[in-house]
């Protein structure tokens, strides 16, 4: 094995067993059971995540990181900004169908509460997702819509909103709080942010 293949999976074991104790303790989480359950050492961490809130945001841009790459299939190029927006919010609520959406649910939920405790790793969840949005805002970016073009700013305010928008509803159909919540419902709540509010003038 070589120093690069031994340093991955390294990494992944981290991953894999910070997934584990992060998921079961949240913010008392401890460092040292998370490099033993993985058969390394705490140095190892420091080695490749510089601390322990290196490895949480590490883990929450791996569980990230796939959503925001699928979406920009699910977008294609050459959609007016409503269909584009229509197309995003279809295929978000399809991922709620996904086996393990609770998981995913309850880690967001246990990363949330660790922000609140501690308000650098809460900083730097949020510029993580901050990067992570610019995918969408980018993607939106350039889209015709209402006789004008999005820009960059214009796409920026959408992307945060639609967030805010999407986050609330995808809680809700795993907790059994939006039993009507389906792919259509969805979509038509996404158009009506964009159609109905001012996010996409100049002055959002």
């Known amino acids: 094995?070589?120093?690069?293949?031994?340093?991955?999976?390294?990494?992944?074991?981290?991953?894999?067993?910070?997934?584990?104790?992060?998921?079961r303790d949240g913010y008392r989480a401890r460092l040292e059971e998370i490099a033993a359950r993985a058969g390394l050492t705490t140095g190892a961490v420091y080695s490749l995540f510089g601390s322990k809130n290196g490895l949480v945001v590490a883990l929450a841009d791996e569980h990230l990181r796939p959503h925001y790459e699928e979406i920009e299939q699910a977008v294609p190029a050459g959609l007016g900004l409503l269909e584009a927006v229509d197309a995003f919010a279809r295929h978000y609520r399809r991922g709620l169908d996904a086996p393990d959406v609770r998981a995913a649910l309850s880690l967001q939920i246990t990363l949330l509460d660790m922000a609140l405790h501690d308000p650098e790793l809460g900083a730097r969840l949020a510029a993580s997702v901050r990067s992570q949005e610019d995918q969408l805002a980018a993607l939106f970016t350039g889209r015709p819509h209402a006789g004008g073009t999005v820009t960059p700013h214009q796409a920026r305010h959408l992307t945060t909103a639609l967030r805010a928008l999407l986050t609330g509803l995808g809680q809700g159909v795993p907790l059994g709080l939006a039993p009507d919540a389906d792919e259509e419902f969805f979509a038509a709540a996404a158009r009506a942010l964009v159609s109905g509010a001012s996010l996409v003038g100049e002055g959002a």
């Open 1 to 23: 094995m070589t120093r690069a293949e031994a340093k991955e999976r390294n990494r992944r074991a981290l991953l894999d067993a910070a997934l584990e104790v992060v998921a």
